[in-house]
């Protein structure tokens, strides 16, 4: 009996070992199978995330365009003679009124004078005649004068008086002349530099060498073509002055002056169908020069909501446009987007996205539609730009 218990207890020592050594078996092949797994699963990929922005905005329509001064004036002098003074540097800025060259005054403070001789002769001669004829006059009255002689003695009184009359213009013309050495600034703004020097000797008119050229400074327009739609949307109303209008410099990445649109062509060009527009901007601080190309925004007068993300943000495949979503399980998504205008340096999106969704801003090469990504959460790029505007 005892022998069969023997028996009995080393069969179970054996195969209670033996299910220990399976257990462990077992476990080890476990263990295996999740490090295998483990190391055929990605890591996720640290990427940067931003949410959309949603918010209300204006329409902008970008053109080329230059800039014109308000008054230019080419100085032309108005009576010949000699160029005894000039008053201005290369550049300066003048008001209107102020002197810029002097032509030699003397000749005509001269024909002045001498004029004004005639004009006290002329008054003597018809002070006599008008004498003259009150006394004929009474001749007349006695009988002691012919009626001819009384007609002849009227005449000579009225040609006296005419003759004062001429005298007394032509003083006038001298003195306009006298005044016309003296050339003034027509305007106020900024000259360029004296064509004709001291000494020179200058003719009257336009059609002699200009002694410089004046434009003014501030306001000043800038000159631009904008499309059919465009006009029909924003421009052929009445109440086109509330069209906003914003301007920027070919140094410059943004739009730093705030305008209004002063006036629209009355004809659309067929050739290009496109129709003048002329914008008017302040240029308190003279950085606006004439001449200088300009980039011209139109916005529209009202505002409608709009999804605006990084430009950057926006791939490409193929004639489609797509950004990659990261979802609630930071998942990126393929999503397919139409995109809009730019804005601030953002994009409006019209179809594709919504508000609070978040896409993928940097480190777009490292990550593919389903990947799993690790998201470090930025604003948008230009946020703090278009909160701003």
Not at 252 to 265: C, L, N, P, Q, W
Request: charge should be negative; glycine fraction near 8%.
């Amino acid at each position: 009996m005892r022998s069969i218990d023997r028996k009995l207890i080393g069969t179970a020592g054996i195969v209670l070992a033996g299910c220990v050594v399976a257990t462990l078996l077992y476990c080890v092949a476990i263990g295996r199978g999740d490090v295998a797994r483990a190391a055929n699963t990605p890591a996720a990929v640290e990427v940067d995330v931003a949410q959309v922005i949603a918010k209300d905005i204006s329409d902008w329509q970008s053109y080329s365009g230059r800039l014109e001064a308000i008054d230019h004036v080419d100085i032309h002098a108005l009576v010949p003679g000699t160029i005894s003074e000039i008053y201005f540097h290369d550049g300066q800025l003048v008001k209107k009124g102020d002197p810029l060259f002097l032509i030699d005054p003397r000749p005509y403070t001269a024909a002045v004078d001498q004029v004004k001789a005639e004009v006290a002769a002329s008054k003597a001669r018809a002070a006599f005649a008008q004498a003259d004829y009150e006394r004929a006059q009474k001749l007349l009255a006695d009988n002691a004068i012919s009626k001819r002689d009384f007609d002849d003695r009227r005449d000579q009184t009225l040609s006296a008086e005419a003759a004062v009359k001429a005298a007394e213009a032509a003083l006038e013309v001298a003195q306009v002349n006298l005044g016309y050495t003296r050339v003034t600034a027509p305007v106020s703004g900024r000259l360029s530099r004296a064509e004709q020097t001291l000494g020179n000797t200058v003719n009257a008119g336009n059609g002699s060498p200009k002694l410089s050229t004046l434009v003014s400074v501030s306001p000043i327009y800038a000159d631009f073509d904008v499309d059919e739609q465009t006009y029909l949307l924003h421009l052929s109303r009445l109440s086109r002055e509330s069209v906003p209008v914003r301007l920027g410099l070919a140094s410059e990445t943004g739009y730093s002056r705030i305008g209004k649109v002063a006036s629209v062509d009355n004809a659309l060009d067929p050739g290009s169908g496109t129709i003048r527009v002329r914008a008017i901007f302040q240029n308190d601080d003279g950085a606006l020069v004439p001449g200088l190309y300009a980039r011209i925004q139109v916005g529209s007068s009202g505002t409608h909501p709009a999804i605006l993300i990084d430009e950057k943000s926006v791939l490409t495949d193929q004639a489609r446009k797509f950004v990659l979503v990261v979802d609630s399980q930071n998942h990126a998504q393929y999503r397919e987007v139409v995109e809009g205008p730019h804005y601030e340096g953002l994009s409006e999106i019209r179809s594709g996205l919504k508000p609070r969704e978040s896409i993928v801003v940097n480190g777009l090469q490292r990550v593919h539609p389903g990947d799993v990504v690790k998201p470090n959460v930025v604003p948008m790029t230009g946020e703090k730009l278009a909160q701003a505007q």
